[in-house]
């Protein structure tokens, strides 16, 4: 006879681990307790040394699918005799637990939800179990328990509770378990916000699709707004209420049949779409049977499956495919709580399918896209994120990082938290966003900072608080942030070639950065090579506008002859000459010109030069049409001249006659596609000749990649083919996206090694 305490630690709560115990502590015939601590699963646990062996194994090869055991600690104890074994109520302690990120409902539910008979879950839209549903949304604090949850305001009725208390039951203290009896109910209002009478307003709703209508529907971490996929008109409408003019619409379909008929995808994205976190998936465009205004000329769709029982809900009567957008105001963060949804969104719906369960923590949808075989995430969002990174360090760090495609980390415990997407910073909304989210995690975890780690940008948000945690402040580029992510993700610390291109960053030279060869570690970094500058006229405003940039490329590349500049640009940039003149002398005066090596920049300048016309209306609107025009032409192996020239202690590469190249080529009338098919091989051959420069310069042989570029999948893929064939171990961001997302991650891991 033997006692012993095991403690488990990880993601080990909401995810059915108790149950399982409990389950396994009567198989083994074992007696004793478990419970839910903030520092993890107490199991006590008293009877023959044997089947302790066997429970042991248990917990560490059969655990729950949800759950990520970090560690098991077993610390013997005096036999005290347990006659039964029983969960207990859970504890606060000092200590520490994982936050589950929601999960998608799970098939059983699904079931349930089907099951016609079921009065309690049949068609209900917040059936949920141990295994699946709502948890980082819905959790206000630790441990995870219903009391600290935005459910505790449902009272369980006796069925569910005896569910609750049962241990062999799949919703066995299921934390948002509820019915159709006791919990959250669903309401379909119009658009001035008054409660439309129908016995099943889902059903309703339904119909509402299938004459065009716009709905508002509230989900798991905020409200979308949906309408029928197939409905031309009806998503022209949403695309003008929105004003959301080209951008591509994300598109939510019944099941993995429906996406087949639509999409092409291989097994691993398969997996992805119908798993249980149910990102939106970036495929491939199979054929072009749905509406042209859902995605216009991009080759991709972005793919997600139902993922809460009411979404589930809205795929019946023929339903097959919806648009699904997240509901915000332009450049503000998703919409999450009924009131605010009423009121902003009363222009642009025509219908809101609602409910009474609050959510306490917003979140956005999640994308990825498989990439080299491989998982790679662009926003970190609902099923995914938080994360925990296992990492020791001796101070505690709050990282707010970048102005863009924010997220902020902090560490506690063992352990790097980064936070989900929080969005673009430079507006009240999102600011207000950015405190609540950095709230949430110093509360729950209830920890001092010792030091706050942001951006070198004097001009960004994280730079304007006064209000921190901390008096000590530790700045770092922006830059080095993104190769530390790297590393970091990938558990690299020696020194090595971080090539981050991006489209802006704030440099050592106070110029914008983005298009640089770092040789860093996570402590220091010097810049090896970088893109030589041009000018951004009109600095920030000239990334709303690609023509401002191609005149600048032309203005560098032809400046001694200007009479074949200014004709030039009146063939190729398709704007007026009064605006193009006034560009030139901004230019020629050097008034408003900060000076830029930022690739994605010029990826802006060569869309104006192959046929983008005005302004974008969505974010690398300009670089991915490049893409999209490169992508008729993958195989062709073409490309244009540039120089690498040796300057003091670094290079630099020189694109004069890349941009006179491509200036050629239109002037002997060759395709757009085909100059951005050559323009794309070129940046791929320039990093990979620079790289094999600055290895044989600091014989260093690993590459890190970073920055948003790489969501360019030509580049990306050409550059990590390219430099394996010369023998570089190639690093690629997988669950931290490579865009700005990754910046306080980064920063974390610099600070905490100064
Ligand atoms: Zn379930
Ligand atoms: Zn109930
Ligand atoms: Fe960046």
Redesign the pocket.
Known sequence: MIRKLIIVKGVVQGVGFRPFIYKIALKNNLKGTVKNTSNGVYIDIEGSIDNYKNFYKDIKYNSPILSVIESIDVINKNIVGYETFKIINSEKEDGFTLISPDIATCNDCLKDIDNKYDKRRGKYSFTNCTNCGPRYTIIKNIPYDRSFTTMRNFKMCNSCEKEYENPLNRRFHAEPTCCNECGPKVELLDSTGKKVEREDPIKYARSLIKKGKIIAVKGIGGFNIICDGENYSAIERLRSKKHRARKPLALMMKDIDVASKYCNFNSTEENILNGNKKPIVLLKRKNNKLPTNIAFNSSNFGVLLPYSPLHYLLFKDGIETIVFTSANITGEPIIYKNDEALEKLEQIVDYFLIHNREINMPIDDSIVKVVLGEERIIRGGRGYYPIFIKKHIEKNILALG?QFKNTISINYKDYIIISPYIGDLDNKDSNERFNKVMNHFKNIYNMEIDEVCRDMHPGYFSNSNKHLYSNKFNNIY??HA?IAACMGENEENDYVIGI?F????YGEDKNIW?GEFLICNLKEFKRGAYLNYFKLPGGDSAIKSPWKIGISLLNKSLETNKERLYEIEKKYISENEVNIKFIESIIDKNISCPLTSSIGRLFDGISALLGFNGDITYESEGAIYVEELANKHIGNKEEYEFELKEKNDDIEINTKKLVLGIVDDLERGIEPSIIAIKFHNTIISLTIKTTLKLKEKYNISKVCLS??VFQNEILFKGIVNGLKQYGFNVITHKKIPC??SS?SFGQLLIGSNK
């Open positions: 970048s922006h830059h993104h981050t991006d489209g802006t960053g983005g920055g948003g865009n700005d910046i």
